[in-house]
């Protein structure tokens, strides 16, 4: 059963283009989540999304950035107008089911480098 | 909201000690504390998780103790090895909210 997979494993963007981050789920999972993680700190959530619905979008920016999961195909996270700040790690993490019963398994992550 | 503290930030430990990383948090509905483990660059893996309804929990040289009056709970680790070197994270979650709430990490360095 392959894991969590994200992609792609890095990206470099210049300041003012778009970042799109893709995630796709556990086989079986229908919960996705994103955190993002800046160097030497902690990961931050940022959204919890089922198919084809936003739940919880409290940890994300207001502009510029969007998610969406749809009924087919992977999550994505989108970045527009990227600002050197937006440079960190974001990580996309699934689960069968609601937490407690389901754990949240985490991908590889995307490492994004604004220049 | 949910603020979870961690302690100490980093720690070092000769290899065969034990080592023990405690954290906090605030909100009195939080439910489910997991810990991942999060080597460079790699993605954070879960090493041992516990419920709100358990005191206890051990997998073998791994465990974890939540203490829901004072609301603290504590990851230990027994007869430490190089391998074990990594950053550690706690976690709290509201299953009302379903999002994890991270402590900011404990370096763990184990030397042989």
């Known amino acids: 059963n392959a894991g969590v997979m994200q992609n792609p494993r890095h990206l470099v963007r210049r300041r003012g283009q778009e970042a799109r981050l893709r995630c796709s789920p556990m086989k079986g999972h229908s919960h996705v989540y994103w955190y993002r993680q800046l160097p030497e700190e902690g990961l931050k959530f940022m959204v919890y999304l089922q198919k084809e619905n936003i739940i919880d979008e409290s940890g994300m920016p207001k502009e510029r950035f969007s998610a969406e999961f749809p009924k087919e195909g992977p999550s994505i996270l989108r970045i527009q107008q990227v600002v050197r700040g937006d440079s960190a790690a974001y990580f996309c993490a699934s689960s069968p089911r609601q937490a407690p019963e389901g754990t949240q398994y985490f991908g590889p992550g995307t490492r994004l480098l604004v220049l | ?112």
């Open chain 2, 1 to 112: 909201g949910e603020n979870v503290e961690q302690h100490p930030s980093t720690l070092s430990v000769q290899e065969g000690d034990s080592a023990v990383i405690k954290c906090t948090y605030s909100d009195s509905a939080s439910n489910y504390f997991p810990w991942y483990k999060q080597e460079l660059g790699k993605r954070p893996q879960l090493i041992i998780d516990i419920r709100s309804n358990v005191g206890e929990k051990k997998d073998q040289r791994i465990a974890v103790t939540l203490n829901k009056t004072a609301k603290h709970f504590s990851l230990h680790i027994t007869e430490t090895q190089p391998e074990d070197s990594a950053v550690y994270f706690c976690a709290a979650l509201n299953t009302g909210f379903q999002k994890l709430v991270f402590g900011t990490g404990t370096r763990l360095l184990v030397s042989p």
